[in-house]
């Protein structure tokens, strides 16, 4: 019996603090608290959901880039490029992001216009993906075409970093209006890698076809490193590749003959 009273007591209490809260605060209002209570439950509702549209998991993984060629990289899913992403316009999608490294990480939607607490941009304020955790995200994909995710971890001078790594793969946004009428679709993924510092010297050119030279740009790094000299500054450092990789995500769609004229 005295624990019940103490219970009802506590309850009552606790009920006319809320209220008080209310009827108190300058800007209180049932309006706003509904308002908060309705954006708790949907991050709750968010954090609790079964499965997400999507998983991306950040992981360190050995990818054969030509026959018997195998480099050590960092990749979404244990793969370059990562899994193709399909949005649709307007359309509300679900990510999970899990990072299985020792680094804490962001992963950048480039080219949406998303807000940046999913944006993937820590300098503009989104939350790391904490290291051996993770992070749920939803967000509204727009606009529509073809888009990538990337890591957004700045690399600097350490050539095992960012961008350097695998940390990278394609997505498509269907449009709302205009899926588009085509007969086969090829997502081409280009990347260079195994880089290394050089100083004093430009990379190769001989695995461009032709291997020709553009005088006007050249003149212009000529000039630009001319005028970096005469200040005292040493010659920077240049970052060539070992190996360049391409990969594509094709797949046949049947069109309409009549409508495609």
Do not use: C
């Not at 009273?5 to 300058?26: D, Y």
């Not at 950040?58 to 399909?86: C, D, H, M, W």
């Not at 290394?196 to 000039?223: C, H, I, V, W, Y």
């Amino acid at each position: 019996m005295k624990d019940s009273w103490k219970s009802r007591r506590q309850f009552l209490r606790a009920a006319g603090l809320t209220a008080g809260t209310v009827l108190l605060s300058p800007k209180g209002s049932l309006a706003q608290m509904a308002a908060a209570m309705h954006q708790r439950e949907s991050k709750a509702a968010l954090n609790e959901s079964s499965s997400a549209d999507y998983t991306l998991r950040i992981q360190e993984s050995a990818v054969e880039i030509a026959p018997k060629r195998i480099i050590s990289l960092t990749t979404y899913n244990g793969q370059f490029p990562g899994p193709l992403l399909r949005f649709k316009e307007g359309q509300q999608v679900t990510v999970e992001l899990d990072n299985d490294t020792d680094t804490p990480e962001q992963l950048h939607w480039h080219g949406q216009r998303v807000s940046t607490d999913v944006d993937g941009a820590g300098e503009e304020g989104t939350p790391f993906i904490p290291a051996h955790g993770k992070r749920r995200i939803a967000f509204t994909p727009g606009p529509s075409g073809l888009r990538f995710y990337h890591t957004h971890n700045r690399a600097g001078a350490n050539l095992y970093a960012g961008q350097y790594g695998g940390e990278v793969g394609p997505v498509f946004i269907e449009p709302k209006h205009e899926p588009g009428r085509y007969d086969r679709e090829v997502f081409l993924v280009l990347k260079e890698f195994e880089p290394t510092f050089s100083r004093g010297g430009d990379m190769p050119q001989d695995f461009l076809t032709p291997a020709t030279r553009n005088k006007e740009l050249e003149e212009a790094g000529e000039a630009a490193m001319r005028a970096s000299l005469a200040k005292g500054m040493p010659h920077g450092y240049e970052v060539g590749y070992g190996a360049f990789y391409q990969r594509a995500h094709a797949r046949a769609r049947r069109t309409d003959s009549r409508k495609a004229g």
